[in-house]
């Protein structure tokens, strides 16, 4: 298979006992599909990268600043600010996995838990899910069998990954892939991209937008974020 960076490949890394991660780079955005061993903890640490994410399968115990929480697959997402220490445990007797974004961003962010609330969406074979960030948008997506993604262009990166489920066509920059589940993309700002799924499965998959690309943060005045207070913040 030709590797580029529209397709990129994914890199193992050891992260702490128990905790491997699958890692690959899409434009400044460091991606990790992270597997976190029954009982094995990711100690407190803080870095200058925003990072937020989702809980693919199992339980996963997510503490952010003085806020823990339980996550629950595909249910509830999560982001932390620059500096804002955080730690996860795996309190069960399973294999948890979770899809972290990391990257330098050059806006205000908050840290807290983001619940799925009522952001559909259903066209074309397609039905996405979304949690809202502050700087990202995360967009679990099923795509039918038959369904496609018609070709399009947006100044939104686009960064996709695929969960489980059938194997299908994806085009990015002129570029075909057969992309099926572990298989990763990238599509830069106005880059186009479609997808095509000809098999008699459907396909499920997490994708990314930087910045929000259908919802602003909190545009319908829900309280979409449990914040965590960060230093020097009024009580
Ligand atoms: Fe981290
Ligand atoms: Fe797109």
Redesign the pocket.
Known sequence: MTVTTMFPQLRSVELAEGVRARAFAAGETLVQVVEIAPGAV?PP???D?A?AGILVSGRLTLLIGEEERVMEPLRTAYM?APGVP?AARNPTSEPTVSI?L?RLVDRPCSSGFIELGDRKKTKLGLFNEFFVGDWFEIMISTLEAGGQMPDHRHRHEQIGYVIGGAAYRMTVGGEEHEHGPGDAYYAAPMVSHSAVNDSAESSLNFVAFIPPRYHRPADDGSPLLASVPTAGEPA
């Open positions: 990711l640490h803080s870095h990268e990072q932390i955080h972290d990391k």
